[in-house]
């Protein structure tokens, strides 16, 4: 029986195995081979032009990289495929495959959504488990356009904690790619209006809540995780005015029904009083009134006076 090229394995494994047919005829007696392991049932026919071995199931990510295979030059997986790859965006169950490609090619395929891009090349492409797929910046911009605002400021959020992703390199993205009618433009420069002058990232949810309504209410915009030193320990604050000393700290219910996270807090909250910290504590329990009472104290603390 025929065995593959070692060249032909390192393909398959780095593509989901998968091999497309002008791939082997790069290779000394690629095609000949192929018809050898097609004819003996090792590998199979499973599109015009891509093959692979018998047997391996059609995985969401092993579709995707077919379609990537199959399309023109320089695709690469992007919008909902690239944050599934990515981990963000809360797609619990596989999107349909999707995928950019370059302006002036072609691809289409009923079962994959296929955007034609005149930009591809400020992707800053990334390899995840061999798949090729746009950067996490880039995400920033083409969701706007197919996701809800409400999920898009969640998964903003994603690749900034998650990615590393800075305020910067959401603004450089954005005027990189900024044109009349570019699609997802929109979204991500109202995320900056918005957000910008926010350093750092909230944890949960219940912090972004709590940022929001402040940005709403018109005050200046916190740090959020702030880390400061209090009677020798480290604290991670959840939203902070450094310069007033002033803490917002959101406490969920483990806050309220664990009695070792209760008596950290105790600690925590009397070793920052002694450094001079205000603590503003938001409890999930009685969120609305607690919040409307943290709003009312941060303006008497940082516009009143």
């Known amino acids: 029986m025929p065995a593959p090229q070692p060249a032909a394995i390192s393909l398959l494994e780095h593509q989901q195995a998968l091999i497309t047919r002008p791939q082997l005829g790069a290779l000394d007696g690629g095609l000949p081979l192929l018809r050898r392991m097609v004819r003996n049932g090792t590998w199979v026919r499973l599109d015009a032009g891509l093959y692979g071995p018998a047997g391996v199931p059609m995985t969401w990510r092993r579709r995707l990289m077919a379609a990537l295979l199959l399309a023109p030059i320089g695709a690469l997986a992007s919008h909902r495929s690239g944050a599934h790859l990515s981990g963000v965006g809360g797609f619990d169950l596989a999107p349909v495959p999707e995928i950019s490609i370059p302006a002036g090619t072609t691809f289409r395929r009923s079962d994959v959504i296929v955007h034609e891009s005149t930009d591809l090349e400020l992707a800053e492409p990334r390899c995840i488990d061999g798949i090729p797929c746009t950067g996490p910046a880039r995400l920033a911009m083409d969701l706007g356009c197919?996701?809800?605002?409400?999920?898009?400021?969640?998964?903003?959020?994603?690749?900034?904690?998650?990615?590393?992703?800075?305020?910067?390199?959401?603004?450089?993205?954005?005027?990189?790619?900024?044109?009349?009618?570019?699609?997802?433009?929109?979204?991500?420069?109202?995320?900056?209006?918005?957000?910008?002058?926010?350093?750092?990232?909230?944890?949960?949810?219940?912090?972004?809540?709590?940022?929001?309504?402040?940005?709403?209410?018109?005050?200046?915009?916190?740090?959020?995780?702030?880390?400061?030193?209090?009677?020798?320990?480290?604290?991670?604050?959840?939203?902070?005015?450094?310069?007033?000393?002033?803490?917002?700290?959101?406490?969920?219910?483990?806050?309220?029904?664990?009695?070792?996270?209760?008596?950290?807090?105790?600690?925590?909250?009397?070793?920052?009083?002694?450094?001079?910290?205000?603590?503003?504590?938001?409890?999930?329990?009685?969120?609305?009134?607690?919040?409307?009472?943290?709003?009312?104290?941060?303006?008497?603390?940082?516009?009143?006076?």
């Open 146 to 305: 197919v996701i809800s605002e409400k999920r898009y400021r969640q998964t903003v959020r994603e690749l900034r904690h998650e990615h590393g992703v800075t305020s910067q390199d959401l603004l450089r993205t954005y005027l990189r790619h900024k044109r009349r009618g570019r699609n997802g433009g929109g979204a991500l420069r109202d995320w900056l209006d918005r957000y910008f002058e926010v350093d750092g990232t909230p944890e949960s949810g219940l912090e972004q809540l709590v940022l929001d309504a402040i940005l709403d209410a018109l005050l200046p915009a916190p740090v959020a995780q702030h880390w400061v030193r209090a009677r020798g320990a480290s604290y991670r604050l959840d939203l902070a005015y450094p310069e007033r000393r002033i803490c917002i700290e959101v406490d969920g219910v483990q806050h309220r029904d664990d009695a070792d996270v209760r008596a950290d807090d105790l600690v925590r909250q009397r070793a920052l009083e002694d450094a001079g910290w205000t603590v503003i504590r938001v409890r999930s329990w009685c969120f609305a009134t607690d919040l409307a009472d943290a709003l009312r104290q941060l303006r008497g603390h940082l516009v009143d006076r």
